[in-house]
T-cell receptor, first 113, second 115 residues
C-alpha cells in the first residue's frame, strides 16, 4: 500500500468553526489531491497540488483552502465550516510518470453540526 | 469537459459467477487513461485496473478484466468467479494525459455478491 495517512480520521465540529485536515505521504509523489465523497456524487476534486507551494482549484473549491509547505504534507482548511461540508474527505497522491493512477488515503469523516 | 457515466446504481451477483459493470465516458481527446477503483465497506479506495487509451489490448488483473471500446467510449469491468470480498462500490475514472490533469469519477455502482 502507498504510504498515505490522514488525520484526524473522524471529526465532529460546530458550524462556523475552522477545521484543518492533514494528509501525509511517504512516497515523495509530486501530486497531491483532496476529494470529497457524497452519496450520489462519487468523488469530486476540491483542490490539488503539483508541487511545494503550487496549488490549484478543483471542481468544488468554494469554502476550502489548501497549503503545501513540504512535499509530504498537504493541508485542507475549512475556514468556517458549514453543514454542507459534512462529508468524507479523501487525500490522494499521484505521479504522472508512473502512469497517472492515484493512490488514496483512508479518508476522514467530517460532521458539521 | 470530460464526463464519466455509470448508469447502473446497483448490481447483484451469485458467488462464483461472472458480472460486468458498465461505464461510458465522453471526451474529444485521444490520449488518456481509464481506471476502475473499488471501495469496500472499509471505505478505502483501491485501484483495481488501469487501461491506457493507446493500447488496443484489454487490461487484465487476475479475475478482473476490462472491455475497452475506444470508438464507442465504453470501458466495462468484468469480474470472474465473484467472491464475497468483491462486495463493494466500484468507480470508473478517467484522466487525460499531460501535466496537471485531473481525475474524473463516475458516481459509482454498488455490487453485492450473494453467498
Amino acid at each position: 500500500d502507498a504510504g498515505i495517512t490522514q488525520s484526524p480520521r473522524h471529526k465532529v465540529t460546530e458550524t462556523g468553526t475552522p477545521v484543518t485536515l492533514r494528509c501525509h505521504q511517504t512516497e515523495n509523489h509530486r501530486y497531491m489531491y483532496w476529494y470529497r465523497q457524497d452519496p450520489g456524487h462519487g468523488l469530486r476534486l476540491i483542490h490539488y497540488s503539483y508541487g511545494v507551494k503550487d496549488t490549484d482549484k478543483g471542481e468544488v473549491s468554494d469554502g476550502y483552502s489548501v497549503s503545501r509547505s513540504k512535499t509530504e504534507d498537504f493541508l485542507l482548511t475549512l475556514e468556517s465550516a458549514t453543514s454542507s461540508q459534512t462529508s468524507v474527505y479523501f487525500c490522494a497522491i499521484g505521479a504522472v510518470l508512473g502512469g497517472y493512477e492515484q493512490y488514496f488515503g483512508p479518508g476522514t469523516r467530517l460532521t458539521v453540526t | 469537459a470530460q464526463t464519466v457515466t455509470q448508469s447502473q446504481p446497483e448490481m447483484s451477483v451469485q458467488e462464483a459467477e461472472t458480472v460486468t459493470l458498465s461505464c461510458t465516458y465522453d471526451t474529444s481527446e485521444s490520449n488518456y487513461y481509464l481506471f476502475w477503483y473499488k471501495q469496500p465497506p472499509s471505505r478505502q479506495m483501491i485501484l483495481v485496473i488501469r487501461q491506457e487509451a493507446y493500447k488496443q489490448q484489454n487490461a487484465t488483473e487476475n479475475r478482473f478484466s476490462v472491455n475497452f471500446q475506444k470508438a464507442a467510449k465504453s470501458f466495462s469491468l468484468k469480474i470472474s468467479d465473484s467472491q464475497l470480498g468483491d462486495t463493494a462500490m466500484y468507480f470508473c475514472a478517467f484522466i487525460l494525459t499531460g501535466a496537471n490533469s485531473k481525475l474524473t469519477f463516475g458516481k459509482g455502482i454498488t455490487l453485492s455478491v450473494r453467498p
